[in-house]
């Protein structure tokens, strides 16, 4: 097995996932996670983007902003970020393709399509269980609607069972009546 080989398959797909982040309501990677998995310096990554920026049009590249960089960096626990003096720039499934034609070295290459792939397997899951998210979500709504009416059904059964603990209680109360009607031996004239 040749030693690029052996990089690539050091990179596992949880690996690439793990690096894919929700910005702006894209999947995106960062620079530097790029830079790192293609292994090159971020400056030069970022060098070789700057050189062709008419292939990364907003849609595929955009920088961070600070609320943005502050909000991704508080997702992680440990901070593996160091310090920045610029802001990072994140790459959609489409700039990363496009990265392949800008670094062309094999190891760049091989990793490319390894996150391409992995980015492919993220969609299809999402596809996938698509209906199945959907049922959930229906499911809740209806578990919702129906945990109200048990808490009324259960409200109305504990009015139920009071009544009928006072009627049991007021049947236990001897009852000390005089008697009705006429007395007889007694005449009141």
């Known amino acids: 097995m040749s030693k690029r080989a052996k990089q690539v398959l050091a990179v596992s797909d949880e690996m690439v996932m793990s690096r894919i982040h929700t910005v702006r309501g894209h999947k995106v990677m960062l620079d530097s996670d790029l830079a790192e998995l293609y292994q090159v310096e971020t400056r030069v990554l970022n060098q070789a983007v700057k050189r062709n920026t008419r292939r990364f049009p907003e849609d595929f590249m955009f920088a961070l902003t600070p609320e943005?960089?502050?909000?991704?960096?508080?997702?992680?626990?440990?901070?593996?970020?160091?310090?920045?003096?610029?802001?990072?720039?994140?790459?959609?499934e489409q700039g990363v393709a496009m990265l392949s034609s800008v670094l062309n070295s094999e190891p760049a290459i091989d990793?490319?399509?390894?996150?391409?792939?992995?980015?492919?397997?993220?969609?299809?899951?999402?596809?996938?269980?698509?209906?199945?998210?959907?049922?959930?979500?229906?499911?809740?709504?209806?578990?919702?609607?129906?945990?109200?009416?048990?808490?009324?059904?259960?409200?109305?059964?504990?009015?139920?069972?009071?009544?009928?603990?006072?009627?049991t209680l007021l049947a236990q109360i001897p009852k000390k009546r005089p008697p009705i009607g006429f007395k007889k031996g007694k005449d009141k004239s």
């Open 68 to 92: 943005e960089w502050e909000i991704l960096k508080s997702q992680h626990v440990t901070s593996s970020w160091g310090g920045r003096r610029k802001l990072p720039f994140v790459f959609t």
């Open 111 to 167: 990793i490319n399509i390894l996150i391409i792939r992995v980015f492919t397997k993220m969609r299809e899951l999402l596809a996938n269980h698509k209906d199945l998210l959907l049922a959930l979500e229906k499911l809740r709504g209806t578990v919702s609607h129906n945990s109200r009416d048990i808490k009324v059904i259960f409200n109305h059964l504990k009015k139920l069972q009071e009544e009928e603990r006072n009627r």
